[in-house]
């Protein structure tokens, strides 16, 4: 009877601490996964000031100035590199567009006609590569993920990614500033 006890004793203690064990690690995973949370809400928060307070190029030239032909942006008639943007009838801007080449490549940025920051997302080649951020016109998060060459990856995005969307061609003028929030 005595070793009867202590094995139930004993397999008790293994059956709490198996259970300690898993709540451990549960909650070590709540920890991580909060902290990569407000990481990617950290970044979300940046690209909406960025938005927020976005100074359009001087160089930069309004879609109606552009054609285009076999899916190219032509600017008399030549392929356009450079940023284009759109405004609102009250003159606040709608989108604005990089390109090379005649291809969409490097950010693209649109607002709400009140101004505020409605989507930031980028191009590579013509198809959605990067961060997908999106927001309601109140500044909450609408959505936020990662595109991969024009395909919903997650909401999640590797360094390798990131160098690659610093790497980006020149435009003429302003180029370097559009890459400044990678």
Same mark, same amino acid.
């Given at each position: ?48 000031? !960025? ?66 920051? &409605? ?8 198809? !959605? ?27 999640? &995005? ?25």
């Amino acid at each position: 009877m005595v070793i009867k006890r202590k094995f139930n004793n004993n397999k008790k203690y293994r059956y709490l601490a198996g259970i300690r064990e898993a709540m451990v690690k549960i909650l070590l995973i709540m920890i991580f996964s909060m902290s990569c949370s407000l990481l990617l809400s950290q970044d979300n928060f940046e690209e909406y000031n !960025l938005l927020k307070n976005y100074v359009l190029p001087p160089n930069a030239i309004s879609f109606d100035e552009l054609t285009i032909k076999d899916s190219l942006f032509l600017k008399d008639d030549i392929p356009f590199t450079g940023i284009a943007y759109e405004r609102y009838d009250n003159e606040k801007l709608a989108r604005v567009v990089s390109f090379y080449e005649g291809i969409r490549y490097g950010p693209m940025y649109i607002w709400y006609p009140n101004g505020t920051p &409605q989507l930031s997302t980028n191009y590579r080649q013509g198809k !959605l590569h990067g961060w997908f951020f999106g927001w309601y016109s109140n500044g909450t998060i609408l959505y936020n993920m990662a595109i991969n060459q024009g395909k919903y990856v997650g909401d999640y &995005q590797d360094d390798d990614d990131r160098r690659q969307q610093q790497e980006l061609p020149e435009y003429e003028g302003d180029a370097g500033s559009l890459n400044e929030r990678d």
